[in-house]
């Protein structure tokens, strides 16, 4: 009786621990020299796509495709890019950091209808069954916030999804704030997702060079290369003589 009320009491403390301290941890991080696009959070990276009008290629409910602007919760951003999806566990930290210097020119907040949970696309996740994101609905129906920070050159919208378990989504930045590559901007309670969607310009081109399954950090795992000698339109992957994109040899399959 009293080994299982020890038991009890350490199980409810350690968790108290894990709830409301190491849950909320905060390390300090340092930022990589360069204007290269970091890590907007903690987690792993569950897809990699380049997206072509508009276009993100996640089947769900019978369509082969959404919209980036049902994923992102906003319209108006630029039409052609590449869009990079962190799923962070209950075991990283939840601190959101800025991929990129810049201005915030627009945020919006969306209820949405319900949170789902992401349970789904976490064992698809651990068992290593692609597509991860496959039909998971909280894509498009779960609470977000997005924040569509302006850079020199190029544009960089970083979306918080919160979970199902997730309590609130926190935002620090307004629209008219200027940010600096790797500063915090907020956080999400609890098991969520990080989207950015990145798109260049006539001058700046951009490569993802993170992979599926990769485990980031926040301010200090680069996603992708800025290239300000305008090898490329648009953010998009330049093309070869037949049209098509070439694969990168770093995106997950």
């Known amino acids: 009786m009293k080994v299982a009320l020890v038991l009890g009491l350490a199980f409810i403390g350690l968790f108290a621990i894990w709830r409301f301290f190491w849950f909320f941890r905060d390390p300090e991080r340092i930022a990589p020299p360069g204007d290269d696009v970091l890590s907007p959070a903690d987690g792993f990276v569950i897809y990699v796509h380049p997206i072509r009008a508009g276009e993100v290629p996640i089947a769900m409910k019978g369509r082969r495709s959404i919209r980036l602007e049902e994923l992102l919760g906003i319209s108006g951003t630029p039409a052609d890019g590449f869009l990079i999806g962190i799923y962070m566990s209950v075991f990283d930290v939840h601190v959101n950091r800025s991929p990129i210097r810049g201005i915030v020119g627009r945020r919006r907040h969306l209820q949405g209808r319900r949170n789902r949970t ?70 999400i309670r609890m098991g969520s997702q990080v989207d950015v969607f990145l798109a260049g310009s006539d001058r700046v081109a951009i490569t993802p060079v993170c992979r599926e399954r990769q485990h980031v950090r926040a301010g200090e795992s680069v996603l992708a290369r800025v290239d300000r000698r305008g090898e490329a339109l648009s953010g998009a992957a330049p093309r070869g003589a037949s049209g098509e994109a070439p694969r990168d040899p770093n995106l997950g399959t």
């Open 118 to 187: 992401m349970g789904r696309m976490f064992a698809n996740l651990l068992i290593g069954r692609r597509p991860y994101a496959e039909n998971s609905r909280h894509l498009v129906e779960n609470e977000r916030n997005t924040v569509v920070i302006e850079g020199d050159g190029l544009v960089a919208a970083v979306t918080q999804i919160a979970d199902a378990w997730a309590n609130r989504i926190v935002c620090r930045l307004a629209e008219g704030d200027r940010v600096e590559r790797g500063e915090r901007i907020g956080l």
